[in-house]
């Protein structure tokens, strides 16, 4: 059976330079980076290559790159340790929005646990956050905001330099975590005017369990981790140096294709979009169709389950998701759709789709193509009635 991947989202598979580069370093540059002699030295050039890299595709320093274990932890970093450097200030409130990713959600959850107040801002139907929403809810006492770049599951860009600039005039840091966006669309630090960026391999062709946060030259961040001095004493423990490495290749390939990449992704999301609009009754993209990531379209099919209708595409060869990855193989609705102010139904009947690299035109009109059969299939099973 011919498969179709559309769950890029959800993570990407490793280009084949990636693998390449990280053989080779798994094999020659085994040397601990810490270690003087040559073969330490050899390793610890390879991560500082790395590093020039992903900073590049940010547009940040070298220095300003430190590696984590993925997005997930460079959230936790960004956030807890930010927080907890300013706790002796007094600070005690934290903002994000209600359609962040879990990484940032649960850990502003368990900062609460521990005295924090958290805020959470709501979305508009688009689901794009209000920076006079945001103006509302900074307080003197709010030390970080969090707000993501772009969402997983919509694919919305936030407007993040003016999100970033009320908080800055309300005297707190700001962290974006630009997990869905750095490889996909052009980021840069300087541009957005930020504090802490988070970024992870897997989503932009590089390994998993690789990730970056760039932390503005000067920031005050305490580690997580505590142990050895790598990563200027901000993340403890022998680095992954061939994950780094190929994280590296992953991001220089990245920022050298994705203008072109990003127009062709775009055509055919835009393709497999009007296509399904036209040939399905009762569906609807979900999310501003402007502000969002070329790759990403999200659409939902009235009196279907997301569940369903996501197994009979698997069957069919065709991948895609019901949302974060994470909330997969549950019925939970979607927080991002809730947020938005969809009823419940519209939370439990959206498919993403997310293309990439490999994703062709035959493609797409495949995918079109079996769609309104199967959604034609499903509805006839079921008794649901037609909402909003
Ligand atoms: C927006 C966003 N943030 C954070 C993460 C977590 O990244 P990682 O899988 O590298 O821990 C993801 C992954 O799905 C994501 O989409």
Known sequence: MQRIYLDHNATTPPLPAVIDRMIQVL???????????H?????????????TDVANLVGAEPSEILFTSGGTEADNIAIRGAAEALETTGKRHLIATAIEHEAVLNTLKALARRGWRTTLLSVDQSGIASPAALRDALTD???????????????TIQPIAELARVAHECGALFHTDAVQSAGKIPTSVKALGIDMLSMSAHKFYGPKGVGALWIRRGLRVLPLLTGGRQERSRRAGTENV???????????MAAAKMVEEGRRLASLRDRLET???RAVPGTAVNGSPEAR???????????IEAESLLIALDLEGIAVSTGSACSSGTLEPSHVL?????????T??????SLGAANTEAEIDRVIAVLPGIVEKLRSLTRTPARA
């Open 27 to 37: 094999r020659d540059d085994f040397g601990n980076p810490s270690s003087v002699h």
């Open 141 to 155: 006492d709010t030390a970080v905001v969090s707000i993501m770049h772009a969402n997983n599951e919509i694919g």
């Open 338 to 346: 809730k947020a938005m102010g969809f009823n419940a139904h519209r």
């Open 348 to 353: 439990q009947n959206s498919i993403r789709f």
């Open 275 to 277: 296509g399904i609009l």
């Open 39 to 51: 073969f330490g030295q050899q390793a610890k050039s390879a991560i500082d290559e790395a590093r």
């Open 293 to 303: 990531v070329p790759n990403t379209t999200n659409i939902s099919f009235d009196r």
């Open 242 to 252: 061939a994950g780094i490495v190929g994280m590296g290749v992953a991001a220089r």
